[in-house]
Nanobody, 126 residues
Framework: QVQLVESGGGLVQAGGSLRLSCAASGLTFSRYALAWFRQAPGNEREFVAH????????YYADSVKGRFTASRDNAKNTVYLQMNSLKAEDTAVYYC???????????????????WGQGTQVTVSS
């Protein structure tokens, strides 16, 4: 049974930083791409970043490029999202997702992912 558990969210002032973690279990972690998405109240789910199984290929949404960094530690079955220079518009619930259907480098489309975590709230005060 695949489980993804996010942590590290919280309340931070604009300009501050947070690091999110997503711990995975029940899958051969290094084989699969993972991604971060977010959803603000009243908004659709939005792609943030995806990272290949090896960690060599990473893509970011334009809105976070240069501020957020995705990484993974396959020995710990964990993927991270380092978020710097946070803005009020980054406020959302952040989710990690795993694509175990294919051995791809990842996708910005949520329907490509078959497992999702429960989410962690990030609130940025201006």
């Amino acid at each position: 049974q695949v489980q993804l558990v996010e942590s590290g969210g919280g309340l931070v002032q604009a300009g501050g930083s947070l690091r999110l973690s997503c711990a995975a279990s029940g899958l051969t972690f290094s084989r699969y791409a993972l991604a971060w998405f977010r959803q603000a109240p009243g908004n659709e789910r939005e792609f943030v970043a995806h990272i290949s199984g090896s960690g060599d290929t990473i893509y970011y949404a334009d809105s976070v490029k240069g501020r957020f960094t995705a990484s993974r530690d396959n020995a710990k079955n964990t993927v991270y999202l380092q978020m710097n220079s946070l803005k009020a518009e980054d406020t959302a619930v952040y989710y990690c997702a795993a694509n175990t259907r294919t051995y791809s480098s990842g996708s910005r489309y949520g329907n490509r992912y078959d497992y999702w975590g429960q989410g962690t709230q990030v609130t940025v005060s201006s």
